[in-house]
């Protein structure tokens, strides 16, 4: 996967990174200010990160894999 493009909005400390260009699907909640955007085969397309502090952005881990992802999406809704 290549390194996710990063947009910040410093009004609202929204910080989404796009991993890929798809139509999304379904947005999944992870917690309270963390979402992950789907494509219809179940792959991220996006992540929003609401409340973020702007020295989060040059500090972001390469994406996760789908099968991760998976797993914490059914470790939060347990």
């Known amino acids: 996967m290549t390194s996710p493009l990063v947009t910040y909005d410093p009004e609202v400390k929204a910080l989404y990174l796009q991993f890929a260009e798809a139509e999304i699907a379904e947005t999944l909640e992870l917690s309270e200010n963390v979402f992950i955007d789907i494509d219809a085969e179940g792959q991220p397309v996006g ?27 059914t470790r939060s809704t347990a």
């Open 47 to 73: 992540s929003e990160i609401l409340n973020a502090a702007p020295r989060l952005v040059g500090s972001i881990p390469a994406p996760p894999e789908s099968a991760t992802l998976r797993e914490l999406v």
